[in-house]
């Protein structure tokens, strides 16, 4: 890994292992279930940003650390597994820094990398729509061109704490698409969260959580300088993206702190066999992740490996649930698995639903 070392790394998890200790110890947050998506803290996140644990993958040129994503792999495993509140920076540290490093012009890099650097420039993601589910080329957000800029209108959901963000990156149809290639004709764009003619609209969970949003664009406009990349190169575009969202140690980790309270339970807890196929599991799929990491940093296509990790750490993390569950003599509300069990609905959508990834997996690998 250039000139990352084993050392480097220990080093690295062991300081940022002290400093999530300390604040567990001090009462900063308590640990969370999910807490890439429920854990909003905007001033623990500039916190974080401030000893360089955001942004770590961003050139020092605007304003990150300049780190490989090995080292980014580490940092976030720690937060996890600590259920530490990293909701608020999570999208742009994640996903949105790279594409905006590899397809943004250089005012939008420069306005933007190093406020999301700094932990204080949030956004969410505008992908899925109604009856669309994960099939993206089905969008029926559309872009109009007008005088300086794209007018967008068409509603975007499921949209991850939109209503805290400050902006989203918006997947529209920009012309029709050719009659042998579905995924032709799409472009994506930046809006402004509080642009005239942006609604949101809370959707809330069956626990009475407020994550995801209903995000709907009623002609909004979006100036030329707020087109991501090329415009009819979306598709390509967002697939790139997905290699991030789907191959991160969140998609095996979001219910580790529950994991955590079921091993070191001093009764009930999971039988010795759970425990064992359960570590056996955590551990190849820990494996892939962070091969998918060394993918990312090297610049080569992870798209199988990353879909693989979201698909089996979807399964994993719905049977660290079940399998609390069927232990429980009782479950407390407010509790980590009561908490899990709100939140475990949502596992196998995000991110693409569990049947379209492993369509990604079978095309990918010649199965069909």
Known sequence: MDAVTRAD??????????????????????????????????????????????????PKQYG???????????????LLAHGAPVAAHWIADRQIAPSLLRFGSEDLKRRYLPDIARGRCFFAIGMSEPDSGSDLASVRTRAVQVPGGWNLSGTKVWTSNAHRAHAFFVLARTSPP?????????????VDLRSAGVTIRPIYSMGGHHHFNEVHLDAVFVPDAEVIGTIGDGWRQVTSELGFERSGPERLMSTFTLLTEQFTARSGG?????????????????????????????????????????????????????????????IPAGGPLGEALMQRAGFTLRGGASEVLRGVVARELGLR
């Open 178 to 190: 050719e009659q042998s290639r579905r995924h032709s004709g799409l472009s994506q764009f930046l």
């Open 64 to 78: 990150g650390q300049g780190r490989s994503y090995v080292e980014r792999f580490v940092v976030t495993e720690e």
């Open 9 to 58: 790394l220990a080093e690295l998890r062991r300081r940022v292992r002290l400093f999530l200790r300390k604040k567990l110890d001090d009462g900063a947050f308590a640990p969370l279930i999910d807490p890439w998506l429920t854990g909003w803290d905007e001033v623990f996140s500039a916190e974080l940003a401030d000893r360089g644990w955001v942004g770590a993958t961003i």
């Open 270 to 330: 999971y039988s010795a066999t759970t425990r064992g196929q359960t570590v056996a599991h955590l551990a190849a799929l820990r494996q892939l992740s962070f091969g998918v990491a060394v993918e990312l940093h090297e610049q080569r296509d992870a798209d199988v490996g990353a879909a693989l990790v979201k698909l089996l750490g979807t399964k994993l993390e719905g049977d660290i649930v079940e399998d609390a569950a069927l232990a429980a003599s009782d």
